[in-house]
């Protein structure tokens, strides 16, 4: 009877409590709020992201221009190259003092929209922008909290209903499944 | 374009017989979102762009109005048609987006506002206008926030950080030359726009033309594959056209492995060399590809202005609608989405038009040149010596064409996205007639 009872309350727990098997499919404004309040830990949430990119979609040319080393710096996950000198802090949007509407939550930009450090060339080779400043829509979703993945894949310049470029093709997820 | 590639891709191996393709522009960021590595996806929407993608990979795509969200820092092909939006799996999700980045717009608007007034208080502060130097540098900072005003422009964009951290003095001789040539860039986009429209030079089109090897060749092949088709050519030159689809099939391969939009446009631009003399205009003899249009009744959209376009855009569209009717087709005005268009019930009778052809292509080859202008020029070396004033046409003209010279490559690959808009809306119709 007790075991049973056990079981009951930790199911009943279960609804409302987010794991980390359910946060790799929320919804953004489910993970947020996840992160903010601490349920969830942003570097290991990220790091379970790029885990299943690695492994399901590393070859589907979703990603262009990917640096997973400095992604994994600025949240805070541990990266092998790291020099055991410099200390890493732990970068966590729980504990700041107004956490943003986005905090942690991961975005990916096509790359068409200006980033500082990284290469705005609308999927074509012939254009090359290394901007100074942020696009506004940028901004301000890293204004909310927000963290950038990376470049997302995309037809040349905006001109296309299929998508293979120099840097991969992009296949409908759905029909693999 | 989305539409345009319906044609493009025939030009091309589609490597996507084995899997479905991802939708294009927006492409990576839906499939990010739908095979949930990322919640959220940020591009931009154009005419579908990014909600295409979304619905191909079974997401939420979001285009917000027109003006909704800053075009700041967006490398869009046209301020008019462009628009960041955002792709995420529920549209609570793209409700939360788009509150986060309306607010942080109203925020910054308001900053901006606040420190406007502080500025010209301080400038007024500073000292009279009347010292040249101060008036150079007023100008200077004015012209580039006037550029950042209008949204566009990396280079005012670059010019006004520099400023504002002090690392450009624009009472040097440095700002000088950055002022010179940002006119040239202008003048230079100018140009290009009106290369676009059909507008430049006979002989610096065709000369650009002519660079494309196998070029009218392909043309050829185009024009008698076509007449051969319509059973208007005689047994011998049948013969001659079956050798010409050979060599029009050795394009097609070469256009898959090479860029394909340079070689299917190759075809297109030559049209115009080869047959400049039909309609005295530089771009002309559509006569080889509009044979099917006679009768033909196109639907076309009854508010197709609206405000905020470019002043001299109607006119191009207009133009581009009487290169159709020319053709033979008559222009019906429709009003989307109320008209009921062929295949959009099962008894097809009845339909007041045979195709809906929108306009959306002239509008974006109206805009694309100038707004790439501002990212294809910064790779060019700036010229050391300062330009001579052209005094007449010519003159003007073996200056471009000098010009020309130093961005031939560049040039030449934009010129590849941006056919004369008449031919564009020709191509079309007859790619959704077949």
């Given at each position: 009877m007790r075991t049973l009872f056990f079981e009951l309350l930790l199911g009943v727990s279960k609804l409302f409590r987010e794991t980390m098997e359910d946060a790799l499919d929320f919804s953004a404004s489910r993970v947020g709020p996840a992160i903010r309040s601490g349920r969830v830990s942003q570097a290991e949430y990220v790091g379970k992201l790029l885990a299943r990119y690695d492994a399901d979609c590393k070859f589907d040319g979703m990603l262009v221009n990917f640096k997973p080393d400095e992604l994994k710096k600025s949240v805070g996950i541990a990266v092998e190259a790291a020099s055991p000198a410099s200390p890493r802090k732990a970068v966590s949007p729980s504990t700041t003092k107004r956490a943003g509407a986005l905090a942690g939550v991961p975005f990916a930009i096509t790359p068409n929209v200006d980033v500082i450090g990284l290469v705005t060339n609308a999927g074509t080779s012939t254009i090359a922008a290394a901007p100074d400043v942020d696009a506004a829509v940028v901004s301000a979703l890293k204004g909310a909290g927000a963290t950038l993945i990376g470049q997302a894949n995309m037809a040349e310049l905006n001109l296309g209903a299929a998508n293979s470029n120099a840097t991969g093709i992009v296949k409908n997820v759905s029909t693999l499944q | 374009m989305l539409s345009d590639h319906v044609l493009f891709q025939a030009f091309?191996?589609?490597p996507f017989s084995a899997y479905g393709t991802a939708g294009g522009a927006a492409s990576g960021a839906a499939a990010l979102v739908a095979s949930r590595i990322a919640p959220v996806g940020l591009g931009v929407d154009s005419v579908g762009d990014l909600r295409v993608p979304a619905a191909l990979c079974g997401v939420v795509g979001y285009r917000p109005t027109q003006g909704r969200y800053s075009a700041e820092g967006l490398l869009s092909l046209s301020h008019t048609l462009d628009t960041a939006g955002f792709v995420a799996r529920t549209v609570h999700d793209i409700q939360l987006l788009d509150a986060v980045v309306c607010a942080a717009q109203k925020t910054a608007e308001a900053a901006a506002a606040s420190a406007a007034p502080a500025e010209a208080a301080s400038q007024a502060a500073d000292g009279s206008a009347t010292d040249s130097k101060d008036a150079e540098a007023n100008s200077h900072a004015a012209a580039a926030v006037k550029m950042q005003a209008a949204g566009r422009g990396f280079?005012?964009?670059?010019?006004?950080?520099?400023?504002?951290s002090g690392e450009i003095d624009p009472s040097q001789a440095g700002g000088k030359a950055a002022a010179e040539l940002e006119k040239e860039r202008e003048a230079a986009a100018a140009r290009i726009q009106a290369l676009a429209r059909g507008k430049a030079d006979r002989k610096q089109v065709s000369r650009i033309q002519t660079q494309q090897t196998g070029a009218e060749s392909r043309l050829e092949a185009l024009t008698k594959a076509d007449d051969v088709a319509h059973g208007e050519k005689t047994v011998d030159e049948k013969a001659a056209a079956a050798a010409a689809t050979a060599s029009l099939e050795s394009a097609r391969v070469s256009a898959a492995s090479a860029d394909v939009y340079d070689a299917a446009a190759g075809g297109l631009a030559a049209s115009g060399a080869a047959s400049s003399a039909d309609d005295g205009d530089a771009?002309?003899?559509?006569?080889?590809?509009?044979?099917?249009?006679?009768?033909?009744r196109l639907g076309i959209p009854r508010n197709r202005?609206?405000?905020?376009?470019?002043?001299?855009?109607?006119?191009?569209?207009e133009q581009a609608l009487t290169r159709l009717a020319k053709a033979g087709a008559v222009l019906v005005e429709i009003d989307f989405p109320a008209t009921s268009l062929p295949g959009s019930s099962a008894d097809d009778s009845g339909h007041p038009i045979d195709v809906a052809v929108d306009v959306i292509g002239p509008i974006q080859a109206f805009e694309a040149p100038r707004e790439l202008a501002a990212y294809l020029f910064t790779h060019v070396a700036?010229?050391?010596?300062?330009?001579p004033k052209a005094e007449d046409e010519e003159e003007e003209a073996a200056a471009a064409e000098e010009e020309g010279e130093e961005v031939g490559i560049q040039v030449r690959v934009l010129l590849s996205f941006v056919p004369y808009p008449g031919i564009l809306a020709v191509y079309r119709v007859l790619a959704m007639l077949q």
């Open positions: - | 091309s191996l589609q280079l005012a964009r670059k010019r006004m950080v520099k400023v504002a771009w002309g003899g559509e006569s080889a590809f509009v044979k099917d249009l006679a009768g033909v202005y609206y405000e905020g376009l470019e002043p001299g855009l109607a006119a191009v569209v700036a010229p050391e010596a300062p330009k």
